[in-house]
């Protein structure tokens, strides 16, 4: 591979570009999306815990709908709750429990609260389920009531015995309860985690407030930190609630949420990566290679062929085949080779048969004289342009670069086939062997379709039509040729209106004729040139700027025509603009 060729050029800032941008995403990895993580899953935590708090504060929840909502906010965020007073007494922790009717056929409550950190394992393997007899060891909490039990021990026929009396830290004498399962609110077992303690250590650690901690929540605002426990150092994220009732905070809803699991992710997460850098880079160095064969290959022929064309000699073709932009141009300079020869070829035949016409013989002359002139004006620029351009792309330009390169060969390469098809159609005007073929038709549909197959360019300069007839009859004209009349005038407005601006098209009765007129805002014309506009190859701007000023041949075809049919038109500066106009007979 050449080394000052354009294919070793792409494939070096193409392997640069893909080492840049993979080392940018590695580096991400490795290096922020631990921080990225963790401000995530605070900022969710975050909202979900006001949500909670806000319809906690506001639907009077009877304790069965507390215990509800409580577990459904554990298990969905992987996060350990508990409600508490402003002093950090517990009012409501983790609200797992399950529903038995006795033998004697009353409903008690047996909570799960005590065997969540010791027996949890054990109570998740029993899958414990509605229709269950179960036994049960502990003590009521109110022994005069007995519809709330907190077990030491659950036992179901075929599981391991649940819990264990000296765990559960519950004072002898034990009462024994057996009934079957009506209703079981249980921790899910793919998002529940072993660090139920840490809600108890936090609660130990956080209370009492401090004066500052305690003076931001009875304002109402969020106390969200990240925490360490001091005996494992496991990490946590703390988030303080306050409930507001009656003007004051009664009661605050205090979440623990484990960061140790983003840790652990994380550390295993850099070694992968850096695995995963060694395969990259391989497979960058390799689809860079393939890419700069592919892309540089057919952009030497054309090349090559342009380059022939710039001497103008239109008789070789380009081989290159394709759907894609590289398609396309090779595609445009066939036709744009083919267009040019032909229309080398018509010129000099012309040329032979106006000598023969001794009638015309001066004007013709001279029309040939400016003709050939500003023909070779007008295509020495554009094919300089993509000479430039195309050798530009050999030489290697950058990544970013290249696609502007061949936009501009390809845009350059359609003004040269559109300047081709005027000065064509100019010629013929001019040689008045063209008739006009008039007939009856309405001058504002052909207006309406002209401007719908338009819809194109307005919308890039986010134009409107506006149309305005008054008193409209048809027109006795050529279809045909007024429809390019129009269409040219039409093209003129969109290029010199200002962007987000209205076309306005009046079109109405002037005694016996219909006057049409196309006016658009924008920069007025130079008072001293308005009569100039129709000449051909004429624009007013005078560094000829092919982007703004089109062909220079529009307005000429437009006047050749309009002469045709006996019309008076003209070009006029008004308060908002410029406005072309004409008018035919009925």
Same mark, same amino acid.
């Given at each position: 591979?050449?080394?000052?060729?354009?294919?070793?050029?792409?494939?070096?800032?193409?392997?640069?570009?893909?080492?840049?941008?993979? #080392?940018?995403?590695?580096?991400? $990895?490795?290096?922020?999306?631990?921080?990225?993580?963790?401000? $995530?899953?605070?900022? #969710?935590?975050?909202? %979900?815990?006001?949500?909670?708090?806000?319809?906690?504060?506001?639907?009077?929840?009877?304790?069965?709908?507390?215990?509800?909502?409580?577990?459904?906010?554990?298990?969905?965020?992987?996060?350990? !709750?508990?409600?508490?007073?402003?002093?950090?007494?517990?009012?409501?922790?983790?609200?797992?429990?399950? @529903?038995?009717?006795?033998?004697?056929?009353?409903?008690?409550?047996?909570?799960?609260?005590?065997?969540?950190?010791?027996?949890?394992?054990?109570?998740?393997?029993?899958?414990?389920?509605?229709?269950?007899?179960?036994?049960?060891?502990?003590?009521?909490?109110?022994?005069?009531?007995?519809?709330?039990?907190?077990?030491? @021990?659950?036992?179901?026929?075929?599981?391991?015995?649940?819990?264990?009396?000296?765990?559960? &830290?519950?004072?002898?004498?034990?009462?024994?309860?057996?009934? +079957?399962?009506?209703?079981?609110?249980?921790?899910?077992?793919? $998002?529940?985690?072993?660090?139920?303690?840490?809600?108890?250590?936090?609660?130990?650690?956080?209370?009492?407030?401090?004066?500052?901690?305690?003076?931001?929540?009875?304002?109402?605002?969020?106390?969200?930190?990240?925490?360490?426990?001091?005996?494992?150092?496991?990490?946590?994220?703390?988030?303080?609630?306050?409930?507001?009732?009656?003007?004051?905070?009664?009661?605050?809803?205090? @979440?623990?949420?484990?960061?140790?699991?983003?840790?652990?992710?994380?550390?295993?997460? *850099?070694?992968?990566?850096?695995?995963? #850098?060694?395969?990259?880079?391989?497979?960058?160095?390799?689809?860079?290679?393939?890419?700069?064969? /592919?892309?540089?290959?057919?952009?030497?022929?054309?090349?090559?062929?342009?380059?022939?064309? #710039?001497?103008?000699?239109?008789?070789?073709?380009?081989?290159?085949?394709?759907?894609?932009?590289?398609?396309?141009?090779?595609?445009?300079?066939?036709?744009?080779?083919?267009?040019?020869?032909?229309?080398?070829?018509?010129?000099? =035949?012309?040329?032979? *048969?106006?000598?023969?016409?001794?009638?015309? %013989?001066?004007?013709?002359?001279?029309?040939?004289?400016?003709?050939?002139?500003?023909?070779?004006?007008?295509?020495?620029?554009?094919?300089?342009? @993509? *000479?430039?351009?195309?050798?530009?792309? %050999?030489?290697?330009?950058?990544?970013?670069? *290249? =696609?502007?390169?061949?936009?501009?060969?390809?845009?350059?390469? =359609?003004?040269?086939?559109?300047?081709?098809?005027?000065?064509?159609?100019?010629? %013929?005007?001019?040689?008045?062997?063209?008739?006009?073929?008039?007939?009856?038709?309405?001058?504002?549909?052909?207006? =309406?379709?002209?401007?719908?197959? !338009?819809?194109?360019?307005?919308?890039?300069?986010?134009?409107?039509? +506006?149309?305005?007839?008054?008193?409209?009859?048809?027109?006795?004209?050529?279809?045909?040729?007024?429809?390019?009349?129009?269409?040219?005038?039409?093209?003129?407005?969109?290029?010199?209106?200002?962007?987000?601006?209205?076309?306005?098209?009046?079109?109405?009765?002037?005694?016996?004729?219909?006057?049409?007129?196309?006016?658009?805002?924008?920069?007025?014309?130079?008072?001293?040139?308005?009569?100039?506009?129709?000449?051909?190859?004429?624009?007013?701007?005078?560094?000829?700027?092919?982007?703004?000023?089109?062909?220079?041949?529009?307005?000429?075809?437009?006047?050749?025509?309009?002469?045709?049919?006996?019309?008076?038109?003209?070009?006029?500066?008004?308060?908002? &603009?410029?406005?072309?106009?004409?008018? /035919?007979?009925?």
């Amino acid at each position: 591979m050449n080394r000052r060729g354009v294919a070793f050029k792409l494939f070096a800032i193409t392997a640069l570009f893909f080492f840049l941008f993979y #080392a940018v995403v590695l580096i991400g $990895q490795l290096f922020f999306f631990d921080k990225f993580y963790q401000y $995530q899953k605070t900022a #969710a935590l975050e909202k %979900k815990l006001q949500a909670f708090g806000q319809k906690y504060a506001q639907g009077r929840w009877d304790d069965d709908r507390i215990s509800r909502e409580m577990a459904l906010f554990i298990n969905q965020n992987k996060a350990q !709750l508990a409600i508490v007073n402003p002093e950090g007494k517990i009012k409501y922790d983790n609200s797992f429990r399950v @529903v038995i009717q006795d033998d004697s056929g009353r409903a008690v409550r047996i909570s799960l609260s005590f065997l969540i950190n010791s027996g949890l394992k054990e109570l998740l393997q029993a899958n414990l389920s509605i229709g269950d007899r179960i036994e049960v060891l502990g003590v009521y909490d109110n022994p005069d009531t007995k519809d709330f039990f907190f077990p030491a @021990v659950i036992q179901k026929a075929g599981a391991k015995e649940i819990g264990s009396i000296t765990s559960s &830290g519950i004072a002898e004498p034990l009462e024994r309860l057996g009934g +079957v399962i009506t209703d079981a609110l249980l921790p899910h077992p793919n $998002q529940w985690n072993l660090r139920q303690g840490l809600l108890f250590l936090a609660l130990d650690e956080w209370f009492p407030l401090s004066p500052a901690k305690e003076a931001e929540l009875q304002s109402g605002k969020r106390i969200t930190e990240e925490w360490t426990e001091t005996i494992s150092g496991t990490r946590g994220l703390v988030s303080i609630q306050p409930v507001v009732a009656g003007g004051k905070v009664s009661e605050l809803v205090f @979440v623990v949420a484990s960061l140790q699991q983003i840790s652990e992710a994380y550390d295993a997460l *850099r070694l992968f990566y850096l695995y995963l #850098a060694v395969g990259g880079i391989a497979l960058i160095v390799l689809l860079s290679l393939l890419f700069s064969k /592919l892309v540089t290959k057919p952009l030497l022929s054309l090349n090559k062929i342009a380059l022939r064309m #710039a001497k103008l000699d239109f008789s070789v073709k380009s081989q290159v085949k394709g759907s894609d932009e590289i398609g396309s141009l090779s595609d445009s300079l066939n036709s744009l080779s083919e267009t040019l020869d032909n229309t080398l070829r018509e010129l000099y =035949e012309a040329n032979e *048969r106006l000598k023969t016409d001794m009638e015309h %013989k001066l004007r013709m002359e001279q029309m040939q004289k400016e003709f050939i002139s500003n023909a070779s004006h007008e295509l020495k620029t554009p094919l300089s342009i @993509v *000479r430039g351009f195309v050798e530009g792309v %050999k030489d290697g330009v950058s990544e970013g670069k *290249r =696609e502007r390169y061949l936009e501009v060969i390809l845009d350059e390469t =359609e003004k040269m086939e559109n300047l081709v098809k005027d000065m064509l159609e100019l010629t %013929k005007l001019e040689s008045q062997k063209t008739k006009p073929k008039k007939l009856r038709y309405s001058l504002s549909e052909q207006m =309406e379709d002209i401007a719908d197959k !338009l819809s194109h360019h307005l919308s890039e300069k986010e134009l409107q039509v +506006v149309t305005v007839t008054s008193d409209e009859q048809p027109v006795h004209a050529d279809p045909v040729k007024i429809e390019q009349v129009l269409f040219n005038l039409l093209m003129n407005a969109i290029r010199h209106a200002s962007a987000g601006t209205e076309i306005t098209v009046r079109i109405e009765k002037d005694g016996e004729r219909i006057r049409l007129s196309i006016e658009n805002e924008g920069e007025k014309l130079p008072e001293d040139q308005l009569d100039r506009v129709w000449e051909r190859f004429y624009r007013v701007e005078r560094s000829r700027n092919r982007k703004t000023g089109g062909t220079g041949l529009g307005l000429a075809i437009v006047k050749y025509i309009l002469d045709m049919h006996d019309s008076r038109y003209g070009v006029m500066n008004t308060e908002r &603009g410029v406005s072309f106009y004409f008018d /035919l007979e009925l």
